[in-house]
């Protein structure tokens, strides 16, 4: 399970071994924190108008979307396809989540080949991608 709180960290916990995995320095008071439904991508969302998604093998943040206002609510959908976000800068936004969890990570002109993504990029593309 993962807690969020006031001073800018969210926990981790185990509850079946009963310890914790891990604790997050977010940069802001967290206001909202999902999980996506395989349990491989946990969402924060920060009064420092930005969520962050962060893969939960070594907790590493892949991405971070700005958002104008406090990032208020965020939550995966039941497939997982898509991410849902909403700010208090009455900003909403429905994402769908790709090879590389969503277009703004990588540029769709970008004529950079594949030695020039980062190592967790490239295993996304090859043994995470929807298209196979």
């Known amino acids: 399970i993962a807690m969020g709180d006031g001073d800018e960290t969210v926990t981790v916990v185990d509850f079946q071994k009963g310890e914790i995995v891990c604790e997050l320095d977010v940069g802001g008071r967290v206001n909202s924190l999902d999980i996506s439904p395989a349990g491989d991508y946990l969402l924060v969302g920060t009064d420092d108008c930005r969520f962050t998604i962060y893969e939960t093998e070594g907790y590493q943040c892949v991405q971070e979307v700005k958002c104008e206002?406090?990032?208020l609510s965020g939550v995966?959908?039941?497939d997982g396809l898509h991410l849902a976000m909403g700010s208090a800068g009455e900003s909403y936004a429905m994402?769908?989540?790709g090879p590389f969890l969503?277009?703004?990570l990588v540029p769709l002109e970008s004529k950079k080949g594949v030695e020039d993504l980062p190592t967790w990029a490239?295993?996304?593309t090859l043994y995470?991608?929807?298209s196979g």
């Open 69 to 71: 206002g406090f990032a």
């Open 122 to 124: 490239l295993d996304e």
């Open 128 to 130: 995470r991608s929807v």
């Open 95 to 97: 994402i769908r989540l």
């Open 76 to 78: 995966f959908s039941p």
């Open 102 to 104: 969503g277009v703004d």
